[in-house]
């Protein structure tokens, strides 16, 4: 029996890992190794090969682990981390009475701490790169930057542009625009932070800066987020004030595209989804929002076989790749599958697909990550797959998706370097940061004006056992 892993074992420049399995696109093989340095993958194919190509590098020879591609979390909110649990049990649309308000009480120091509190649950959970959707906090989005970066995680930084919304007049739509220019020039050519546009919901934008910022986003490579048919008073609303459902104003408005993600897309007709097809527009695909929070489920199977590009995001929900993954595929599967007869599902690979390569190339960075492949960016994990758990293994895909679970991350890489070993930051302290958010969230919580409709478990269970 090989010992343990060592992380000094990873403290080279060049690294030559031989795991048991390395998920390549078609999926796993055995007996493959991986060339990394530079921060990137160099070299892929069987271990006997590499260390033939690379005789000065000594293998780190991994029984039992798996190498994968690091998750993509497809749609992120970094700044709501201190009100994970306000949120449970609530009706819908609780942006208005819950994240809008805390935002809004948070300063530089609380974004920072907020964010990077939410970028160690997202490295303890396997992803190598989130995609924020922008913050409506007093504290800029600098400091949402700053923590990532200091976390050591991949970061599509949404900058939110909305020009109406509020009951006000509308704001000055050319310094927006302005701001919008200088967040991508300040992001652009960074390694961590990738640039991008959001608008909240359409209905707080006008026409004319939903076309505006879609096309900024267009011309600089980057990506427009807005959130889409979500919740059924938002579609409603949309239908009363413009008579047009909000996915089908974004498409008259000329705002859909090769650069759009639209999160959610639970309420979604079959027009709709020719035009997500036919504009080549990318989903982030929700599950656990949609278990926890919402009014329906997008029909992502579906999206899937008419070629419809999606990602799946967290939505800062639980940042756990593993039980993303499941969630992915069981909530499709009573969603639809159950009535349609389909035991499938997904098949187990669909959802890996999803979450790695099909993620990175729905948030705008297929070309740079999602994959283990020469050329891209090293973003990887290397999990433990000899468990109990997953004893005898038949279907690696299928086991990942139904029976892995975070506990198994040995370690997780971005842009090559180690970020989380065995659960904890290897470069930083995480649980210092832990203890400044028993120090200050409560506080900031209890000073912001949040407005919760649900008791708290406990007055619930006398509640329902008085009515009882």
């Not at 076309?211 to 900024?216: H, I, N, Q, W």
């Not at 997008?298 to 499941?326: C, E, K, V, W």
């Not at 139904?402 to 930083?428: C, E, I, S, T």
């Amino acid at each position: 029996m090989e010992p343990d892993l060592d992380r000094k074992q990873f403290a080279a420049a060049e690294l030559l890992l031989a795991p048991e399995y390395v998920m390549l696109r078609e999926g796993p093989v055995r007996d493959f190794g991986v060339m990394v340095s530079g921060g990137k993958f160099r070299d892929v194919g069987p271990v006997s090969d590499l260390m033939r190509r690379h005789p000065h590098v000594q293998a780190v020879k991994m029984s039992g682990k798996l190498v994968m591609p690091g998750f993509i979390d497809a749609h992120h909110h970094l700044t709501q981390s201190f009100g994970k649990a306000l949120a449970f049990g609530e009706p819908s649309e609780i942006f208005r009475r819950i994240w809008v308000p805390l935002e809004g009480s948070l300063d530089d120091d609380l974004v920072y701490l907020t964010s990077k509190l939410a970028a160690l649950e997202a490295l303890r959970g396997g992803f190598t790169t989130v995609c924020d959707a922008g913050t409506r906090a007093k504290g800029g989005v600098d400091s949402v930057a700053a923590a990532t970066k200091d976390a050591g995680l991949r970061c599509v930084l949404g900058l939110i542009c909305n020009d109406l919304g509020g009951g006000g007049p509308p704001l000055d739509r050319e310094a927006i625009l302005r701001t919008a220019r200088e967040h991508f020039a300040r992001w652009q050519s960074d390694g961590m932070v990738h640039p991008s546009l959001a608008i909240s919901i359409p209905e707080v934008a006008s026409d004319e800066m939903l076309r505006a910022v879609s096309a900024m986003c267009a011309e600089a490579g980057a990506i427009f987020q807005t959130h889409v048919n979500e919740h059924l008073a938002a579609v409603e609303r949309s239908l009363v004030q413009r008579r047009m459902r909000p996915l089908e104003l974004l498409h008259h408005v000329g705002a859909l595209g090769p650069q759009a993600l639209l999160a959610h897309v639970t309420l979604v007709t079959p027009s709709e989804l020719n035009l997500l097809r036919e504009t080549d527009t990318a989903v982030s695909y929700n599950p656990v929002a949609s278990q926890w929070k919402g009014n329906a489920v997008a029909p992502a199977t579906l999206m899937d076989a008419l070629g419809i590009r999606f990602g799946i995001g967290t939505d800062a929900t639980r940042s756990d790749g593993f039980r993303m993954l499941d969630a992915a595929e069981a909530t499709q599967k009573l969603a639809f599958g159950l009535a349609q007869g389909d035991s499938s599902s997904g098949g187990g690979w669909m959802w890996l697909d999803h979450a790695t390569c099909d993620g990175a190339s729905a948030v705008g960075l297929g070309a740079i990550t999602g994959e283990i492949a020469p050329g891209k960016e090293a973003d990887f994990l290397v999990v433990d797959i000899d468990v109990p758990e997953m004893q005898p293994s038949f279907d690696l895909a299928w086991e990942l998706v139904r029976l892995a679970n975070r506990d198994q991350v040995v370690a997780v890489f971005v842009a090559g370097k180690m970020r989380l070993w065995r659960g904890w930051p290897a470069d930083w302290d995480g649980r210092a940061l832990m203890q400044q958010v028993k120090e200050l969230a409560h506080d900031a919580v209890s000073k912001a004006p949040i407005q919760r409709i649900h008791s708290h478990s406990t007055e619930h269970r006398s509640q329902a056992r008085n009515r009882t």
